[in-house]
């Protein structure tokens, strides 16, 4: 049976730290959390991991400090920076510090899971990270549509209203069924851990 | 900062045009129904002043219409298709506008080309320029001239029911105009969202947080 991978996310937001906790939970993983760069650090320094993945923007270390400092000191392993949109000046640093990638927010539990097993498993490429997506590139909106296209356009426009209106109707269940679903499964965690 | 153009000229020039003139429209519209109460205007002259506004609010009204319609930006008017994902938008909008903003919270919504409103806006704008704004227009057209429509109006069930539509939706209006007046206020600045309007260009950080999601 393989040992456990060990993951380490750093961000000061605890709902981040809990989501990497919750989706690799009975995966395979173990997630140890720090809230800012310098427990991190102080983490990484006391021993091994196999991925870290750690936010931008902290108070004191920022994240890419974080990818410079293990560069240094743990150049085989890999950091992975959860991100929004990046600037050029921290594509910059993050290129320069040889993160693995970039973890794209929002998050989602799939886009945790493929991107925490592509840190453990791929091999190491440092000085080649993935680009970062900035708003200037996103894509262009085509300037011309077909005719179906329009017409799916307006039935849309104008579906839009009486879908929201009908949503307005649905919140307080779909609220109720929601509660229900996530209780249950804090519920279920709770009795059936693991 | 960074800036990005998402209010194009055509829309910028809409929405102070309609501003003003659904301000008006409330004003001379509380001095026609409140005849009597108040009296700044008279009430031959607060109608003449109440119907052209109207007819310009409905014209540009079809402005805005026809610039969405015939431009790809249609789509930020488009419906959230997943209502758990709205809902879940919704909660986490209502609650940074209720409680984070107030605790320095970062706003979860993230503004791009693609993404011109929140999921509260979409939800509000969607219900009120498609269906609200059409419909005072539309009974608007019915009262000003009952002579020459009163065969719609008969086939709607009477003055009387077109009458209560307009002021039921014009007293939701009164609501709508404060409260959407102080969401525009909390950008960075106050004056932040405002000035967009004006030049189109909306700031966004350079590296801006992401939806706090997963």
């Known amino acids: ?194 | 900062m960074r800036k990005l153009y998402v209010h194009q000229l055509p829309i910028r020039i809409w929405h102070w045009i309609n501003a003003i003139g659904c301000v008006l429209l409330v004003l001379t519209g509380i001095q026609i129904r409140y005849v009597g109460l108040i009296d700044v205007l008279p009430f031959r002259t607060a109608v003449i002043y109440h119907d052209w506004i109207g007819a310009i609010i409905v014209g540009n009204f079809f402005v805005w219409l026809l610039s969405y319609m015939f431009s790809v930006r249609i789509r930020v008017y488009h419906p959230e298709l997943d209502p758990i994902e709205l809902f879940r938008g919704c909660v986490r909008q209502a609650i940074y506008y209720s409680y984070g903003i107030f605790k320095g919270a970062p706003n979860p919504f993230h503004l791009s080309r693609t993404r011109k409103f929140n999921p509260l806006q979409s939800l509000t704008y969607q219900i009120v320029m498609l269906l609200l704004l059409p419909i005072q227009c539309f009974t608007g057209i019915l009262l000003w001239d009952l002579s020459r429509f009163s065969r719609v109006v008969d086939m709607l069930g009477g003055v009387r029911v077109v009458d209560t539509v307009h002021v039921g939706i014009f007293i939701i209006f009164v609501f709508y105009i404060p409260f959407h007046a102080y969401l525009g206020t909390l950008g960075r600045t106050p004056l932040e969202h405002y000035k967009a309007m004006f030049t189109g260009y909306e700031e966004v950080p350079e590296d801006q947080e992401a939806e706090k999601s997963a």
């Open chain 1, 1 to 194: 049976m393989n040992a456990p991978k060990k993951v380490l996310v750093v961000d000061d937001d605890p709902v981040i730290r809990h989501s990497f906790d919750r989706v690799l939970a009975g995966k395979g993983y173990v997630v140890i959390s720090a809230e800012n760069g310098q427990e991190a650090l102080n983490k990484v320094a006391a021993e091994e991991y196999d991925a870290v993945f750690t936010d931008i923007r902290m108070p004191g270390v920022d994240g890419i400090e974080v990818a410079e400092q293990l560069r240094v000191k743990r150049p085989w392993t890999p950091v992975v920076i959860i991100t929004g949109y990046g600037s050029p000046e921290n594509q910059a640093r993050a290129a320069a510090a040889g993160v693995r990638g970039f973890l794209h927010k929002p998050l989602t539990p799939e886009s945790i899971e493929k991107s925490v097993e592509a840190a453990v498993t791929a091999p190491a490429v440092a000085d080649q990270p993935a680009p970062m997506p900035r708003p200037e590139e996103e894509p262009e909106e085509p300037k011309e549509r077909s005719v179906t296209v329009f017409f799916k356009d307006v039935a849309m426009f104008l579906a839009a209203p009486f879908i929201g209106l009908a949503y307005i109707a649905l919140f307080p269940i779909i609220g109720l069924l929601l509660l229900i679903w996530n209780g249950g499964r804090a519920l279920r965690q709770r009795v059936l851990p693991g």
